[in-house]
Structures are given as C-alpha cells and as structure tokens.
C-alpha cells in the first residue's frame, strides 16, 4: 500500500507514518519542517521500512494538489490518506486575530478539503482507497477556551459522513478518528498555557481520563490502520474516539 501522512514530522503523524511502514506500506512524509522530517525519515529506513519526505504547508490550496501528485508518481499511486496535520489555538475567541482564524481554519479543513479532492481522482482510478481525517474529542464535547479549535474539528465530523456517503459506491472509505489527551507536542503547547508544572498538568489529566493514563502515539496509530486496512472493509463514516474513555461520560 501506499500511504500519504501530513504532519508526518512529530507527535501522531510520526507515529502513525512509522507504525504504517513497520507493516511493509510505502509511506509519503509530509511537513512542515524538513529537519524534524530527515530524523522521522532516517528512523524508519533504520527499521527496515520505505519513506520519502515533501516539505510544504498544507493549508495552500497549490501544495496540496502537488503532494497528491508527486506521491503517485514517486511511489506508484495512492492508497491511503491520512489527515492528520492541525494545529491549536488556545483562548476566547475575542484573543484570535482575524489572520490566526484564517491559519486555523486553512490548517484543519480547508487543507483536508484540498487533499481529499485530489486524492479521490486518483483513488477513484485505482479502484478504491481510504481516508482517515484527524479530528477531536474536541470536536465531540465542549471544552473551554477551545471554541475556534472545537469548530474544526466539529466540522471535520460532518465532512467525514457526507464525504463517505458520497464515494462509499466507489469503494473510497471515509472515516475520522477523535483523540483525546495524546503525549505530543501539541499537548505540551497546550500544557504550557496553565499555571501548573507539567507533572501537575499531566497527573489531573491522568485523574480525568476513565482509564487512567495519558494516551500515546502508537495508540492512534493502531486505530487508524485498522481504519485502512481490509479488515474495516464494511466501516465508512464512523467517527472513532481515541480518548480513554473521556467521552463517554
């Protein structure tokens, strides 16, 4: 298989990319930022495992259409596509400047919009495909100082069900995956807002989480390459919590 990860250069999307070419898929890297990429590239040829590595930002309309073309060339076509690029932004909303908004809103959606159009041309060609979309709990239950981050990730849901419904006769599945308290940068980021030690953030969050931990990358992973693999064949549209239990309550 041939697999695309955006924000393949840390935290999840590294994970995932690593976990995906452990089990023998030929796996496109995309980010941000090209040092960051060489080590999760070097990483993976270290275990045995096949990568290449395109820098750029995602939330470009042009960039998104070139790394769909440039994988299918590079490396024979395109199987999988996983969403996973984002970023946060934390605080009430009369905080974020207009430009921040748009960053935001160009990052999470318009650049899943812009990746999952090009990928379903060639998808559709090949005979089939899935797409695994990044959203959140975050986009399931409300947290505070979180409503223009929780607007993405709200809105990636209902992209993920209309976009299934719309190529489930076209063999393309279309599913999203919703992580809750990841051990990630970003989670430091946002560790790094409060006026607490890291270790006192982290043991509240332990405390809130039903099963008791914080999760990890290789946690998401495992789930979204069930998402893609042939064994989640009759799953399109579901909307997958990673979260420990979180919102369940």
Known sequence: KVVLVTGATSG?????????????ARVMLSGRD???????????????????????????????????????????????????????MHGKIESHSDAAWQTLLDTNLSSVFYLS??????????GGGAIINMSSECGLIGYENLAAYSATKGAMVMFTKVLAL???RDNIRVNAVCPGDIDTPM????????????????????EHIPIG????????????????SEA??????????????????
Do not use: W, Y
Not at 233 to 247: K, M, N, Q, R, W
């Open 213 to 228: 931990r914080i999760g990890e990358a290789e946690d998401v992973a495992a789930t979204v390459m069930f998402l893609a």
């Open 117 to 126: 159009r090009a990928a379903i041309g060639h998808m559709k060609q090949q």
């Open 232 to 249: 989640a064949g009759f799953v399109t549209g579901a909307i997958v919590p990673i979260d420990g239990g979180t919102t369940a309550r």
């Open 34 to 88: 090209s040092a960051r990429g060489e080590t999760v590239l070097s990483e993976i040829a270290a275990s045995g495992g096949t990568a290449e590595l395109i820098t750029g930002d995602v939330a470009e309309a042009e960039f998104c259409q070139s790394l769909v073309k440039d994988t299918v060339a590079r490396l024979g076509g395109l199987d999988i596509l996983f969403n996973n690029a984002g970023i946060v």
């Open 166 to 168: 719309d190529h489930a």
């Open 187 to 206: 989670m430091d980021m946002g560790l790094a807002t409060k006026k607490l030690t890291s270790e006192e953030i982290r043991e509240r969050l332990r």
């Open 12 to 24: 999840i999307g590294a994970g995932t990319a690593k976990a995906f070419a452990a089990h023998g």
